[in-house]
């Protein structure tokens, strides 16, 4: 690190755009905690199914602008379908039970998305999109340091993101309104907010981040279900932060994704590499032990 500080700029950098895309993807599964109580384990796929929707409507010749508003339109409608089919039928079930049916969510876009778009790995369509391409050279710390302006781009997107996610929850009244939900559904439903108006829209706002995240990602590899694998970074990231907490989903992302650039660039070699594909959840197996709550969640405290 001291020999060749460009080096360590270089992977710092990498390690926070991967972070703030981490931080965008763990947003969706703290709105669906926030609103239902329940970790969505299908948000990762949620990401893919939305990448895909994308790519196959240009192939089959939607104009690329055109293909986002039907995508959204396409994530409303799962999300209208969720409420109705799965969620409104278990209202004041235990929260295990919710969760399983994020499992059964899971699984069903799995199928269907593989049914519909393919197994196979689609170029997601970022210069269609206007996205940036190329790179832009810094001379900094004695060396070049190389920043790809879709890394940029990402970054910046994701961090607008996240702000609106953020004023939106702390100052609307839907924002009250999913807080409310969140804390009890029994309450909520006794003061007049309709627990499946709620759902509808905190599913759809999910929908929303995981589209932007599959762009995002999509970018900056390819689309296909191995993105899933990517999206469940999320989860130390949450372990971290604490599961219901905005800031905690920001601070997290950053921590695992320069976390595991560092490891993987500076460490991997001395244990044979494959440290990325890892860290993250070592870390979270840390905090786990030590401060499970989070960095910024409650302190669960059960009086007796």
Do not use: C
Not at 21 to 26: Q, S
Not at 242 to 253: H, K, N, Q, R
Request: proline share 3%; charged share 10%; no cysteine.
């Amino acid at each position: 690190m001291v020999q060749a500080p460009d080096l360590l700029a270089q992977t710092i950098w990498e390690g926070l755009v991967s972070g703030v895309l981490y931080a965008l993807i763990a947003l969706g599964f703290v709105l669906i905690f926030k609103a239902s109580g329940v970790f969505n384990f299908a948000q990762g796929i949620m990401v893919v199914f939305a990448a895909l929707t994308l790519v196959g409507l240009y192939e089959k010749g939607v104009p690329a602008f055109l293909t986002v508003i039907l995508t959204l339109g396409v994530m409303f409608a799962l999300a209208v379908t969720i409420e109705r089919v799965v969620l409104r039928p278990l209202v004041n079930q235990p929260d295990i039970i919710l969760f399983m049916a994020t499992f059964g969510i899971t699984y069903f876009l799995i199928g269907f998305g593989e049914a519909i778009f393919g197994g196979n790995p689609k170029q997601m369509i970022a210069e269609q999109l206007y996205l940036p391409k190329g790179a832009i050279d810094l001379k900094i710390l004695g060396g070049i340091v190389s920043l790809q302006k879709i890394d940029i781009a990402a970054a910046i997107i994701a961090s607008l993101m996240i702000a609106v996610l953020a004023l939106f929850f702390q100052y609307t009244r839907i924002g009250r309104a999913l807080r409310a939900v969140a804390d009890s559904h029994k309450a909520a439903l006794s003061v007049g907010i309709s627990l499946n108006q709620i759902w509808v829209i905190v599913w759809f706002t999910a929908g929303i981040v995981a589209l932007i995240t599959g762009i995002m990602w999509g970018a900056r590899s390819d689309v296909s279900f191995a993105l899933e694998i990517v999206a469940l970074k999320a989860l130390p990231v949450l372990i971290l932060g604490g599961f219901t907490s905005i800031p905690g989903a920001i601070v997290g992302g950053l921590i695992i994704g320069i976390g595991e650039k560092l490891g993987e660039f500076y460490w991997g070699p001395l244990i044979g590499g494959g440290i990325e594909s890892w860290l993250a959840y070592f870390i979270a197996l840390g905090f786990l032990l030590f401060r499970p709550q989070g960095l910024f969640g409650d302190k669960i405290i059960e009086r007796i």
